[in-house]
């Protein structure tokens, strides 16, 4: 257990309807990270906050996800409108600078599948 | 387009051998590398980091990481059937000043009895 925690866990839903995935990173970290994985591959950057501040989005990341970090604590990923391309592990990691440089400890994540 | 590249597995080495899992990354500017690994249905684990070119050994995981060769790899010795999960290298992101990661595809690694 690093002491990140997502939830839920597992989600299936229907084509079409909206989702919403919550992180809660290591509360003294300020860096919160979102990625996405699909079986065999590495996971890939979706989007960055910096305490309550999202500062960079991947071009991954459609019109349809919306991310937010109110109050630069937790963090919810929604996706409106699933597809099934959407099915994926939805991976948060949170990290702090150090000296040295950063490292980035994962969540569980969320598996989503999209029927 | 950022490129981590590993080397194509499955890798199956025998229990007590040394695996030797390698990893090679196109973004000169990065400056921090990193290798996960990964239980099947599980999240990544952080198990190594490494900045500077040269070794660094934890346990029985040794990185090497070449920066001139923009290659970094990872030992594990006497491996052990728990030791069996895909390892992902992942790099820095050079251009960024936050820990935007690029992860290669991942190596399966099978350590049989």
């Known amino acids: 257990d690093t002491g990140v925690s997502q939830d839920p866990r597992h989600k299936i839903t229907k084509r079409g309807q909206n989702v919403t995935f919550r992180c809660d990173p290591i509360?003294?970290?300020?860096?919160l990270y979102w990625y996405r994985q699909t079986l065999g591959q590495g996971p890939e950057f979706l989007t960055y906050f910096q305490n309550e501040a999202q500062l960079e989005k991947s071009r991954l990341l459609s019109d349809r996800f919306s991310a937010e970090r109110p109050k630069g604590s937790f963090s919810t990923l929604e996706i409106q409108r699933t597809e099934q391309g959407d099915s994926a592990m939805y991976l948060c990691?949170?990290?702090?600078?150090?000296?040295?440089?950063?490292?980035?400890?994962f969540g569980p994540g969320t598996r989503l599948l999209v029927l | 387009q950022k490129e981590v590249e590993q080397n194509s597995g499955p890798l199956s080495v025998p229990e007590g051998a040394i695996a030797s899992l390698n990893c090679t990354y196109s973004d000169r500017g990065s400056q921090s590398f990193f290798w996960y690994r990964q239980y099947s249905g599980k999240s990544p684990e952080l198990i190594m980091f490494i900045y500077s070119n040269g070794d660094k050994e934890d346990g029985r995981f040794t990185a090497q990481l070449n920066k001139a060769s923009q290659y970094v790899s990872l030992l594990i010795r006497d491996s052990q059937p728990s030791d069996s999960a895909t390892y992902l290298c992942a790099v820095i992101d050079g251009g960024t000043s936050y820990g935007k990661l690029t992860f290669g595809q991942g190596t399966i690694l099978t350590v049989h009895p």
């Open positions: 990691a949170s990290s702090q600078l150090a000296e040295g440089g950063e490292t980035q400890y």
């Open positions: 509360s003294e970290h300020n860096r």
